[in-house]
């Protein structure tokens, strides 16, 4: 099966080299490409990729308002949203993050890391970089983010657990491995945490757990 994707960025050179990498993979292939916000969300509703790969900084829309456009809560039927970003613009991740992203990269992170995340959107994963997420929950600590306002249906000592690795960046067969349970089980927790949280995705308990401090950022 070939991932579809939706390249959005302003600078044509840094679409031409996301599309190399990506249709350099056999199981890619990159289906539009648009050079603003305005026309990310108009090619994306029209042509309904797998996965809409975003810059956070573009003309007439920025890489949040096309999020929330595509993903937002608000939306009957999603997107799977992937922002591009850069180590200074952390807080426009979060930004992002909480109008439905599914992952993030960094534009240094390098090709690997590019293709990673596309394919953990495409499974409904997200790719959380550990490093990014020790940057975002630094940033998050230091503004004190408000928060929710209802307390969610409070998580088993096992679900705790897995929030925790799931914040540190682990993917599902690391936490498997870490918590010494299977794959299944692994899900069958997310599914429940996402249940109790009334997130819409992993990304949604990784942030649910920054706001909350549940992970240490030392």
Known sequence: ?????????????????????????????????????????????????????????????????????????????????????????????????????VGFVLKDAGPALLVEAVRAAHNGEALVSPSVTVRLLRHLTAASAPPRAARPAPLSDREVEVVRALARGRTNQEIAAELFISLSTVKSHLAGIQTKLGVRNRVGIVTWAWENHLVDTA
Do not use: H, K, N, W
Not at 12 to 27: K, N, T, Y
Not at 49 to 67: E, N, Y
């Open 1 to 101: 099966m070939t991932i579809s994707v939706l390249l959005a960025d302003d600078q044509a050179m840094v679409r031409r080299g996301l599309r190399l990498i990506l249709e350099d993979q056999p199981d890619i292939s990159v289906v539009g490409e648009a050079p603003d916000g305005a026309e990310a969300v108009a090619l994306a509703r029209r042509l309904r990729p797998d996965v809409c790969l975003v810059d956070i900084r573009m003309p007439r829309l920025d890489g949040i308002a096309v999020t929330r456009a595509l993903a937002g809560p608000q939306v009957p039927d999603p997107l799977r949203v992937v922002v591009v970003t850069t180590f200074d613009l952390d807080e426009y991740v979060y930004g992002a993050l909480r109008g439905g992203a």
